[in-house]
């Protein structure tokens, strides 16, 4: 049986702050027009927040690009209600 959607983003997102050696807590929360917010908690937030969310913003560009990469539009999309 296939992956569906939420799990492979999740999978996605855990490996790739595995492999910054952060250990994470990941939640897909329920997306809002064409945003999917996922949730993600750690023991040293400020880390990854950085200095004036500096940090923060790369990893979600880097996170976009990485599932854009690893998932096409529709299979982000059609897992949350998206055609």
């Not at 595995?18 to 939640?27: L, R, T, W």
């Not at 929360?29 to 913003?57: A, H, M, S």
């Amino acid at each position: 049986m296939a992956q569906s959607n939420p799990e492979k983003i999740k999978e996605i997102i855990e490996e790739f702050f595995q492999k910054m050696g952060f250990g994470v807590e990941v939640e897909i929360r329920i997306p809002q027009d064409l945003t999917i917010p996922i949730d993600i908690k750690t023991f040293e937030p400020q880390v990854l927040i950085g200095k004036n969310g500096e940090t923060l913003t790369e990893i979600q560009r880097l996170l976009k690009i990485i599932l854009k990469k690893n998932c096409s539009r529709e299979e982000l999309l059609h897992r949350f209600g998206y055609k």
